[in-house]
């Protein structure tokens, strides 16, 4: 039952609305400016203050304005920011409730609801570590930036790839807008925020986003004709803010609440031998996103909430911060594993070889995550400039997993639970001396004390010995991990001129020891040291022609020690922890142009080179009964066992290249605009190992959105994935060749104004 009526039932409001994009402008803004056509400067806090992009010795990309909006305005979640800048990657096997980050080739594939992630997303100054805290929504933002490389000293809790943040529109001014849109499959999405200010000091900003898509999957297995790959989602986001001469004071709530598909297998998507994508008949059949042939249940439901205080006060030479933030949630997912009908055993099966069914379901009954910091920073502009503080993070995670013996049972006839008790804290520190001729040196340093506790079990265990063996429940098993280290980062920034500026940085970065005991099929803990990496990169940042053309250049190379990666799938539907040696380098180009008034256009692009460097590094291939030919060499002596030194990491590229274009064209009281976005990346394995079939050869997806807009209105026709490509982003080798797809092409139209 979905919480919100159909898409058709809106359509009043579309009306009544009238209105388009109409995300709030923002200075930050790379769009030509409306006197000279330049492109402005960029203003980033990627330093957890504000300063300009080419100031900052950081590889940092931005995402506001046009590239945002047009990104974010079809019922897309936060996997849309894939490829949009360059080297970050977002994927998911849970679809919108769970994604994952990847940056430079760092990341991690777990798809256990307690795994960590080397990429860090911060959302207004806070960290979100659970994964099903990180796809909360993308609305009413100031800005998306993506810092790259070790961001320990002043973000902490696990970002030694780097860090996704978004910063929300504060309160502060009246006024607001509302946009409004409606697409191919029932896609719909309403998005509003009003604002209001007195001159007592007090203002309140209010903003909301609902998403919705009707069922347009058909499930070929069923009488229904459209089954599955309908959500909603609703999100909202109160703040209440009080300003009075050096303080400022800021109380937010959040709230999501999602109804929807799981993200939906797609089992013998490909034929042994091949990564291309087949139909439901097999390698003679063009392949049919929109059919699947399943006979298992499909939902998923996730509720989080938010309530944070952000406190301020400045004494003059410095400012004084605090930053309270608590986290709830819980989560339902039930998925057709196999992607299947039937198995090979049972009168029906299909498409292709099902060995035997798989349907599971994992929860999160309860998880809380609280997290407090205290900073001092000075507010000098020259000379000696420095921010001191301490962070505190407390979580407490439940997850609960069921193994089902039939398709649409409703009794499991396994379940596994866990229990996570994560606690840490960090001592933090920054200087940087402005010397006044262009040369600014940095350096900063952190204490972090992590402490996991963890305990899981498998109390209910009625499968026969051949499923399980042996076909007994696990009694609770606990493991705890502690880490301790020091990271620190030095950095030097010299402004040559106006138009150029070079850097250079080495980082250190670390992520804190982890466990993982997803015990549905396994019967033992398995545990991963505490990873450290080190980083080196320098650049250029530029700005010529009266700011018409800004170019930045990043060269980078890394080290991680004992990176901590998941053997996911293989011979069990299971997850365990392993400790690698990897290291990689590369290139990250950015160039923006506004050549002429109303014109823009941008560029990126990068090279990664990301490998495991272990020759003691060994994982289980796919399973038995799936057809999958792998390249790695078997280690002697033990078949199916395969050497993965030397492969490129998993989920990462070695090529991506994203660009847009835009161009206003002044008619009446305001200008006719068409604006495109592109992305582009090269193959990808979806596992540790590299195989055939488990691996996509390239993605490409473009944008584009074409409207007329005055200061208040904007009405505009979108389309997006254009090119309808149909590419698999990630797989799953225990059972069959399944794998999940990127989204379809979505066309429609968008109404908004602004008040």
């Known amino acids: 039952m979905r919480l919100f009526p159909s898409a058709t039932a809106i359509a009043p409001v579309l009306a009544i609305l009238a209105a388009g994009w109409a995300a709030p402008a923002v200075a930050q803004d790379a769009a030509p400016t409306a006197e000279g056509g330049g492109l402005g400067d960029i203003v980033v806090t990627a330093q957890r203050r504000e300063e300009s992009l080419k100031d900052v010795p950081i ?106 943040k978004f910063d929300t529109v504060k309160p502060g001014k009246t006024g607001g807008y509302a946009r409004v849109s409606y697409g191919r499959y029932g896609t719909s999405q309403v998005e509003v925020a009003a604002g209001a200010a007195d001159d007592s000091g007090f203002s309140v900003r209010l903003s909301g986003l609902f998403q919705h898509r009707d069922d347009w999957v058909d499930n070929v297995a069923t009488t229904k004709s459209k089954d599955l790959g309908g959500y909603d989602d609703i999100a909202a986001r109160l703040q209440l803010q009080y300003e009075s001469g ?16 799981a993200i939906i297998f797609r089992a013998n998507t490909q034929v042994p031998g091949s990564n291309h994508l087949v139909g439901l008949g097999g390698a003679a059949t063009a392949f049919e996103r929109d059919k699947v042939y399943q006979d298992g249940l499909n939902f998923q439901k996730l509720n989080t909430y938010n309530a944070a205080l952000n406190l301020e006060y400045d004494f ?45 379901q994992d929860n999160v009954p309860s998880l809380d995550q609280f997290t407090q910091e205290l900073r001092i920073a000075s507010n000098n502009s020259g000379g000696l400039g420095y921010q001191f503080g301490a962070f505190y993070f407390d979580e407490g995670l439940d997850i609960t997993s069921f193994e089902f013996g039939g398709p649409t049972d409703a009794t499991p006839s396994a379940i596994a639970i866990q229990r996570q008790d994560t606690k840490a804290y960090g001592l933090f520190g920054s200087v940087n001396y402005d010397f006044g001729n262009g040369l600014k040196l940095q350096g900063g340093a952190r204490y972090n004390h992590d402490k996991r506790d963890f305990v899981a079990s498998r109390p209910v265990e009625t499968r026969p010995a051949f499923v399980v063996n042996p076909n007994t429940p696990v009694p609770p098993q606990a493991a705890k991990v502690t880490g301790k280290l020091l990271t620190w980062d030095a950095s030097a920034t010299w402004e040559a001129s106006d138009a150029l500026t070079f850097y250079a940085r080495v980082a250190r970065g670390y992520r804190a020891p982890s466990v993982q005991g997803r015990l549905t099929f396994s019967r033992t803990i398995s545990t991963a040291d505490s990873e450290k990496t080190m980083s080196y990169e320098t650049g250029i940042k530029t700005a010529f022609l009266d700011d018409r053309l800004r170019f930045n250049l990043t060269g980078y190379y890394f080290k991680t020690e004992d990176l901590q990666l998941t053997a996911v799938g293989g011979t069990a539907n299971v997850a365990s922890l392993l400790n690698v040696d990897a290291k990689g380098h590369g290139i990250e180009a950015e160039l923006q142009a506004a050549p002429a008034k109303g014109l823009t256009f941008s560029l990126g692009g990068a090279w990664n080179v990301a490998k495991i460097d272990d020759p003691n590094a060994y994982v289980a291939g796919c399973g038995s009964a799936t057809p999958c030919t792998i390249l790695d060499p078997v280690r002697p002596g033990s078949p199916g066992i395969y050497s993965i030194d030397g492969n490129q990491l998993p989920q990462s590229p070695k090529f991506t290249l994203n660009w847009t274009a835009g161009y206003e064209f002044p008619v009446g009281n305001g200008a006719i605009y068409a604006f495109t976005d592109w992305y582009y990346r090269s193959k990808i394995q979806f596992f540790l190992y590299r195989s055939v079939e488990f691996s996509d050869d390239k993605l490409i997806e473009g944008g584009l959105r074409v409207g007329y807009k005055t200061d208040r209105f904007d009405i505009a026709g979108f389309v997006r994935n254009i090119t309808n490509d149909a590419s698999p982003t990630g797989g799953i080798d225990f059972n069959n060749l399944t794998s999940y797809v990127n989204e379809p092409r979505i066309w429609g139209v968008e109404a908004g104004v602004k008040f």
Do not use: C, H, M
Request: hydrophobic letters at 35%; charged letters at 15%.
């Open 316 to 360: 003059g030479p410095v400012t004084a911060y605090s930053i309270t933030s608590y986290w709830n949630g819980n989560f339902r997912s039930r998925g057709d594993i196999d992607g299947g009908f039937g198995a090979v055993f049972l009168p029906v099966s299909g498409p292709g070889l099902i060995p035997f069914q798989a349907q599971s």
């Open 59 to 164: 590889a940092v990309s931005v995402l506001s304005g046009d590239a945002l909006g047009a990104i974010t305005s079809t019922g897309s979640d936060v996997r849309a920011l894939a490829g949009r800048v360059p080297s970050l990657n977002i994927e998911s096997s849970y679809g919108r409730s769970f994604p994952r980050f990847y940056i430079r080739g760092l990341g991690n594939t777990d798809f256990d609801l307690n795994a960590s992630q080397p990429v860090s997303l911060v959302y207004d100054d806070v960290v979100l570590e659970n994964p099903i805290l990180k796809g909360f929504p993308i609305f009413d933002l100031d800005r998306v930036e993506v810092l790259r490389g070790p961001q320990g000293t002043l973000f902490g809790r696990n970002t030694p790839a780097g860090i996704v």
């Open 246 to 261: 050096p303080f400022t004071g800021r109380v937010t709530g959040q709230v999501r609440i999602y109804d929807g598909s």
